[in-house]
C-alpha cells in the first residue's frame, strides 16, 4: 500500500456523505469493503440574501430569502438606513434600525413619509458565519401634508376692490409629507348676509397670488392649505382682512315723494343695506328732471334719508331718483319716482270782449275771453265780475264752469255804462282780474238804416232795398215811407207807407203818381217789454230840402241797372249841371268815394270846347235822370266817352264847377 490516507474533493457544501474502504490486489481484484463510515461536509458562507421590500407612508416591511442546501440559516438580519438629502434634516438624523432573528420577514416603524431608505440584509449560518450583504433602496409613500403653509402678507387690491393678494410660505419640509401640488386658499365673509365663497385653487409652486371673486368692502377671513397627490392638509389660523371699497351697485328705493308747495317737493328714501353699499356711505345724490330735459342735483350728507327739493316750476311734473356714493365712487341711480309740485293761483285772464244782444224783454251783455291753459293748475271755474257805473249796487259775480269761455249776464240796463273783467280758478286759489272793460250798455232802439235804394218798377210804384242796421236793438220790421216833394215849400207830407217784417230788406210803396217827385225813407223798429222803438230818420219832413228826391216814372219812361267800376284819373272838381233834359249819359268808370260814385268822362257841349272832368254822382243821381228826363244808359269803358246833351227848342247851358276841397254836398240832385 503506498499511503494510508487521501483527499476526496468536489465534494458538496453541508452534505452527508458515506465512505468505506477495499483494496485492490494485482490481478485488479476488489477485496472486502471495510465498514462504512458517514461524514458531513463542512456549511459554505451564505451568499447575499434576496429582499423585498414594500413600504407604506411611515413603514417599511422586507423579507429575506436565503434558501441552499450548501448553508443552514440559523439567523436573518435586516436593517434600514435613511439616505441624507439635503433640505430634509431628518435624514442626518436617522437612527437606522438592525433586526436579526431566524423570522426571514422584517418590518421597521417610525420611518418619515416621503422619504429615500436603504434596506440591507444576511443571512448567519450554523456555524455563525455571516453571509453576504444585499441591498436595496425604497422610498416611503407620500400622505397629507402634516402642518399648514405660513402665511406671509395678504393685501387687498384696491383697483379691483373684489380681491385680495396672497404671499406664503410652504409647509416645514418634514411636514411637507411629499410634493406640494396644490395651495387652497378659503377666504369666508364674516358678515352674515354673504354666502361663503368657492375656493379658489392656486398652482402650488409660486408663493404668491389673487383670490378673486369677492365682494367690495366686505371682512373675510382667509386661510390656506397645502396639498399632495394624497389631499389636502391642515388651514392654516384664519388672517381677517378687508377688500377695498367700491361704488353701490344699486340706487336707493324712494318711500315717499310728494309736493311741498306749488314750487317744492319732498322726497325720503331707505338706505342702502351694507351688501350693496359696497364701501362707506359718504353721500346721496338726488336728482330730478322735467322729461327729458336737462337733469339737475342736489347732494346731501351720509347720514341724511330726505330732502327738500325747492325753486321748481309751477305745476310740473319731475322725475326723482337717488344715487348713493362711497370711497369708491358713485353707484348707479335707482327707480325713477314721479312727483308733481302743487297748482297755483292761475294766470290773469286776456282778451275779455263784450257785446250786446237786445231781445223783445232783456238787454244782456255776451262776454267772451281767451282760455287759459293748465300750466299753473287745472282751470275750474272762470268768474264774471261787473257791477254799473256809478251805481250803488256791489259788484255782481257769474261763476262760469271751465272750460266755456263765454258767458251771458242778463239784467242790463239800457243805455247804461258797465265794467266787466273776468278771473280764473283753480283748486287753490283765484287768479288775478283781467283789465276792466267799460261799455255803454245796448240801446233798446235799433241803429238807422242804411243805403236806401230806389227804383221805379211802374209808373206808381217804388220799390226800395236797404240795409238793416248793425247797431242797437235788433229790428223786428221795416217801415218804409213815400214824403211829398215840397218843391215851394220845406215841409213834407207822408204820400204811402209799407210794413216790411225783419229781416227782409226790400219792400214795395204804391200809390204814387207819375212823374211826380218824392222823398224816400226806412225806419227799423223794434219792440223791447211790448214797446215799440224806432230808428232815427233818414229823411226829415220838416226840412226835405235837404233829402234825396226821386221822380217816378213817366207812364213811357224806364231805365237800365247801373254798372259800377274802378276809377282812373285825377278828381279837380265837381260839375253842377243845371236842367239835363233828355240828355244821354255814357259813363267810363267809377269808384266809390265820400258816399257817392266818382265818374271820369268827357263831355262835349254844343258851341263850346270840350271839357274833360270827374264829377261825383251817384246812383241815384242817374235813376233821378232817368225818372226827370227819360232812360239813361250806363256803359263802361277805357276810353274817354262823350256825353252829348239836347234840348226840345233850347241849348244846353255851360256846365259850373265846384271846388273838390269845399264840403261835400248830400247826395241830391235839384
Not at 249 to 261: C, K, Q, R, Y
Not at 625 to 644: F, H, K, L, N, Y
Request: aromatic share 8%; glycine share 8%; hydrophobic share 35%.
Amino acid at each position: 500500500v503506498a499511503a494510508l490516507s487521501t483527499t476526496i474533493s468536489s465534494l458538496l457544501p453541508n452534505r452527508t456523505y458515506t465512505v468505506t474502504v477495499s483494496a485492490i490486489g494485482f490481478g485488479g481484484q476488489n477485496g472486502p469493503e471495510s465498514m462504512i463510515m458517514t461524514v458531513q461536509t463542512l456549511e459554505a458562507v451564505p451568499t447575499a440574501p434576496g429582499l423585498s421590500p414594500s413600504v407604506t407612508m411611515t413603514s417599511a416591511t422586507v423579507e429575506l430569502t436565503s434558501n441552499s442546501p450548501d448553508w443552514t440559516v440559523s439567523q436573518y438580519c435586516a436593517g434600514i438606513l435613511a439616505v441624507p438629502v439635503a433640505g430634509q434634516p431628518w435624514t442626518m438624523t436617522f437612527t437606522p434600525q438592525l433586526d436579526c432573528s431566524s423570522t426571514a420577514k422584517k418590518t421597521f416603524f417610525g420611518l418619515q413619509e416621503f422619504t429615500n431608505y436603504t434596506v440591507y440584509g444576511y443571512a448567519i449560518n450554523t456555524a455563525m458565519q455571516k453571509g453576504a450583504n444585499a441591498t436595496v433602496s425604497c422610498q416611503t409613500s407620500q400622505d397629507v401634508p402634516s402642518s399648514a403653509p405660513r402665511v406671509l402678507s395678504i393685501i387687498p387690491l384696491g383697483t379691483t376692490s373684489s380681491s385680495i393678494s396672497l404671499k406664503w410660505m410652504p409647509p416645514i419640509p418634514i411636514d411637507q409629507n411629499g410634493i406640494i401640488t396644490t395651495y387652497t386658499v378659503k377666504a369666508v365673509s364674516t358678515f352674515p348676509l354673504v354666502e361663503k365663497l368657492p375656493l379658489s385653487l392656486l398652482d402650488g409652486r409660486p408663493l404668491s397670488g389673487v383670490l378673486s371673486g369677492l365682494k367690495p368692502y366686505t371682512s373675510y377671513n382667509v386661510t390656506i392649505a397645502a396639498s399632495t397627490s394624497v389631499g389636502i392638509g391642515p388651514y392654516s389660523d384664519p388672517i381677517q382682512t378687508r377688500t377695498a371699497q367700491a361704488a353701490p351697485s344699486v340706487g336707493p328705493t324712494i318711500t315717499m315723494a310728494h309736493n311741498l308747495s306749488s314750487t317744492s317737493l319732498t322726497l325720503s328714501w331707505t338706505p342702502l343695506p351694507q351688501y350693496q353699499l359696497n364701501g362707506m356711505l359718504s353721500s346721496y345724490t338726488v336728482r330730478y328732471q322735467i322729461g327729458s330735459g336737462t337733469a339737475q342735483t342736489i347732494t346731501r350728507a351720509a347720514g341724511k334719508t330726505s330732502a327738500n327739493i325747492t325753486g321748481l316750476d309751477i305745476f310740473t311734473q319731475y322725475s326723482l331718483s337717488i344715487s348713493a356714493a362711497t370711497g369708491g365712487g358713485a353707484g348707479p341711480y335707482g327707480s325713477v319716482v314721479i312727483s308733481t309740485t302743487d297748482e297755483s293761483t292761475p294766470a290773469q285772464v286776456t282778451g275779455v270782449e263784450i257785446s250786446f244782444a237786445v231781445t223783445t224783454t232783456t238787454v244782456s251783455a255776451k262776454v267772451r275771453w281767451s282760455k287759459l291753459d293748465n300750466t299753473l293748475g287745472i282751470i275750474t271755474a272762470y268768474t264774471i265780475a261787473y257791477r254799473q257805473v256809478g251805481g250803488s249796487s256791489p259788484e255782481s259775480m257769474m261763476r262760469i264752469p271751465a272750460p266755456t269761455t263765454t258767458g251771458i249776464v242778463t239784467g242790463i240796463l239800457p243805455k247804461t255804462a258797465y265794467t266787466f273783467s273776468v278771473y280764473a280758478s283753480t283748486r287753490i286759489g283765484d287768479g288775478n282780474e283781467s283789465s276792466i272793460v267799460q261799455l255803454q250798455g245796448a240801446s233798446r232802439e235799433p241803429g238807422r238804416v242804411t243805403n236806401i235804394m230806389v227804383t221805379f218798377p211802374s209808373s206808381s210804384t217804388a220799390n226800395l232795398t236797404w240795409s238793416a242796421p248793425t247797431d242797437g236793438a235788433a229790428a223786428n220790421e221795416f217801415v218804409l215811407y213815400a214824403y211829398s216833394d215840397a218843391t215851394t215849400a220845406t215841409v213834407a207830407t207822408v204820400i204811402a207807407t209799407a210794413n216790411v217784417p225783419a229781416p227782409l230788406t226790400s219792400g214795395i210803396l204804391t200809390g204814387l203818381q207819375a212823374g211826380t217827385f218824392y222823398a224816400f225813407d226806412v225806419i227799423a223798429v223794434a219792440i223791447f217789454k211790448g214797446v215799440r222803438t224806432s230808428s232815427q230818420a233818414n229823411v226829415n219832413p220838416n226840412n226835405i230840402r235837404n233829402s234825396a228826391t226821386y221822380r217816378a216814372a213817366p207812364e213811357s219812361s224806364s231805365s237800365t241797372a247801373v254798372s259800377v267800376a274802378a276809377a282812373s284819373g285825377i278828381a279837380i272838381g265837381v260839375v253842377t249841371l243845371g236842367i239835363l233834359a233828355t240828355v244821354l249819359i255814357y259813363v267810363a268808370c267809377t269808384q266809390k268815394r265820400r258816399g257817392q260814385f266818382m265818374k271820369y268822362y268827357r263831355m262835349s257841349v254844343p258851341g263850346s270846347s270840350t271839357h274833360r272832368v270827374n264829377s261825383y254822382i251817384s246812383d241815384s243821381d242817374v235813376q233821378n235822370e232817368a225818372a226827370r228826363s227819360g232812360p239813361v244808359t250806363m256803359q263802361e269803358s277805357s276810353a274817354d266817352i262823350p256825353i252829348v246833351g239836347a234840348s226840345s227848342g233850347s241849348g244846353i247851358p255851360n256846365p259850373t264847377f265846384e271846388d273838390l276841397d269845399a264840403p261835400a254836398r248830400p247826395e241830391t240832385r235839384r
